[in-house]
């Protein structure tokens, strides 16, 4: 049987597809949580309509993905700590700081979830932080992160 899917599902297709399901799997999983609905001549008329709409807007959210990694890729982040004589520091940056740092230099507001570290920046040195900007289309940037220790 043909449905029309009402949200992305990994192993089915994306929001507003025509998808061919085996009538128990849509019956006893995908209908009752309000994934799909059965594919009729009016609906998916609307939902053509829909799906257009939404070409439109995933276009426009690449652009700016783009256009947002231009303006990251060329910044450094400067941070001066306090730091031990084996160049440790006396806490850690993180995400908040990588984020507030941004948003001075670039004037970009991004959430906690675009910055990818495996671990908080712990020592002196430079590091490359990747600023995770668009999941979909894996459009992400790199940010080199530049620690000093303060001089005292």
């Known amino acids: 049987m043909e449905v ?3 949200q992305n599902l990994s192993n089915l297709g994306t929001k507003f597809s025509l998808v061919k399901v085996k009538p128990g799997y849509y019956r006893n999983y995908l209908f009752p949580k309000g994934l799909a ?4 001549p009016k609906l998916m008329k609307h939902y053509e309509k829909l799906r257009e709409k939404i070409v439109v807007t995933e276009r426009l959210k690449k652009e700016k993905a783009e256009e947002i990694k231009k303006k990251l890729e060329g910044i450094v982040l400067h941070f001066q700590r306090k730091a031990t004589g084996k160049n440790k520091l006396y806490g850690s940056i993180g995400e908040k700081e990588i984020i507030a ?3 001075k230099q670039a ?3 991004l959430e906690k979830e675009n910055i990818k570290m ?3 920046i712990k020592s002196l040195g430079e590091f490359n ?3 995770e900007l668009d999941q979909q289309r894996e459009i992400s940037a790199v ?4 620690v000093e220790a303060i001089s005292q």
């Not at 609905?37 to 009729?40: E, G, K, N, Y």
């Not at 940010?143 to 530049?146: A, F, G, I, L, N």
């Open 101 to 103: 740092e941004i948003k």
């Open 118 to 120: 495996k671990e908080h």
């Open 37 to 40: 609905m059965i594919a009729t």
């Open 143 to 146: 940010v080199k992160v530049k």
């Open 107 to 109: 004037e970009l507001e």
């Open 4 to 6: 029309i899917l009402t």
């Open 129 to 131: 932080v990747t600023i």
